[in-house]
């Protein structure tokens, strides 16, 4: 891996090391401050409790989202790479030539480190646009204005997280420099099983090749460079003990994680065992990677800053975890987008799961429908869930499949889905209240796959699990096999690929049945071509081969 480069301290920046704060030789105040938190609710949810931690030595990780110049040139390259009918189309770019294409703020990266060592913060990591370090209690409150508490899950008293419930605020001085600071507010939503009907047929590797017509022959060729990859976060390791005995009751080939990056877990826990034993049931035979954050954290932001650096050979990421768009700030799910184009541009794929509450989210802050974030974002391939009928055929969705639209004022929609959306809302179905959803904004999901009774090896016992996060890795391992064949071809990887799977919708089982209202209320309608509850449907896969070869 590419060492992460560490931040030079010019002789200019001891300077800063005077009793008195100062930025760049200015004197900073101590009473004007402006917020720059990611989240727009600091309060903790019920589900974390605040535990005794007078005599503990709390510590964070935060990241310092800095200006940065050269989005919109990133964005039109985007379009280009990921258009079948560009001329440029797979045409994508080094992780050098990226550094070029979208440039820091130097200006505001000297100020926040000068800053920063005036503090006494001397250990941080330069990213691209950001800094990486570790604060104490004292630092945090010193730094920006909060005060770090322990609060421990209340479905597990042993699952810990370091936060505040303080907003967080940067002298107004420094305003101009710091987009944000993440890694200090906000609290991970832990996953829940959805509620799902009684007499659908357990999901197995068997089960997924028949009814999306993958053959035997359909497998990767083990390249290192043309890996997928589970993003993992919340604490959730896998246990290779639990893959191997999957492995082995379903006859698959004995593979095991090429690279994990994270802190090891003793444990296998639920959603980390599901991905890493579903997507290597679907992406036979490709490399696959894992990554895990630290601690209890759910910062994308920081995921995706940390492959972009060191992880060009992972080509396809899955991601099964979420919580409210409105629960985020504008600035930081926007930032986390063009992290996203910046991997789309090195052609790089992010899957992600659509949600487990249909409409709404487990967080619900907002008045109306609660669109998953980050599934709305226009740069992913968001997955919804379907369900099977008794007689195992696959016709409708599952009334907690997450999907909607983004709010315009987050993201606008996107040009190479504005004819399906259109074709939805002409279809004559059934519509919620308009007032409840922005019909402007990016329609999600992309695609479907089955979602309901997957059998998962748990602490070597075998359980049902179901959930759009089952969905999301089988679809990203397909994607994964393509990108194999791809490359044994002489061609690139498919990058961003929504573009191309809307121009390839008739390699879909449409899904025309179903309302993603968890059984009561408002939600969309499944209808026929896109719909916001299955996307284009669920993947024929010798056709979706045929069409992405």
Known sequence: DKPTMRVIVFAAACALLASIPSINGLPVSTSAREGRSTVKFTEAPDTWQLIPSENAILQTEVHIALPIFGEDKLKKLVAEVSDPNSPRYGQYVSKQELDKIVQVDTKARNAVVGWLHSNGVTAIDSLQGYLRFTVTQHEAAELFGVKLQQFASSSDKNLKIVRSVDEVTVPSELAWAVKFVSGINGFPTMREQPVVGLGAPMVTPDLLYKLYNME???????????????????????????????????????????KYTGHKTLLGHTEANLDVQYIMATGRNVTTNFWLQKGMGFDLVAWA??????????????????????????????RLDSEFQKLAAMGITVVV?????????????????????????????????????????????????????????????????????????????????????????????????????????????????????????????????????????????????????????????????????????????????????????????????????
Not at 234 to 249: E, N, P, R, W
């Open 353 to 549: 799961a659509s949600g487990d509450s249909g409409v709404l989210s487990r967080q619900g802050k907002g008045k109306g429908f609660q669109p998953s974030f980050p599934a709305c974002l226009p740069s992913v391939t968001a997955v919804g869930a379907t369900q099977l009928n008794k007689d195992g055929k696959e016709d409708s969705a599952v009334n907690w499949s997450g999907g909607g639209f983004s709010p315009s004022t987050y993201f606008s929609q996107p040009t190479w889905q504005s004819d399906a959306v259109k074709a939805y809302f002409n279809s004559g179905v059934d519509m919620p209240p308009a007032e409840k959803f922005d019909a402007q904004g990016r329609g999600f999901p992309d695609v479907s796959a089955v979602g309901v009774n997957y059998k998962v090896f748990v602490d070597h016992i075998d359980m049902s699990v179901s959930g759009t996060s089952a969905s999301c890795p089988v679809f990203a391992g397909m994607l994964a096999v393509i990108n194999n064949m791809r490359a044994a071809a002489g061609k690139p990887t498919l990058g961003f690929v929504n573009p191309a799977l809307y121009q390839a919708a008739s390699a879909f089982n449409d899904i025309t049945q179903g309302k993603n209202n968890q059984g009561s209320g408002d939600g969309f309608n499944c209808a026929k071509g896109w719909d916001p509850v299955t996307g284009l449907g669920s993947p024929n896969f010798q056709q979706l081969k045929q069409a992405l070869l």
């Open 216 to 258: 035997p022959s359909d497998a990767g060729s083990e390249s290192s460079s043309m890996a997928q990859a589970l993003a993992e976060f919340t604490g959730q390791g896998y246990s290779a003990s639990d893959l191997s005995q999957f492995q082995k009751k379903f006859g698959l080939q004995a593979d095991k994680i090429n």
């Open 305 to 334: 800053a940390d492959i972009i650096e060191n992880d060009q050979d992972s080509k396809v990421w899955s991601v099964s975890y979420g919580e409210d768009i409105y629960v985020v700030e504008a600035d930081y799910a926007q």
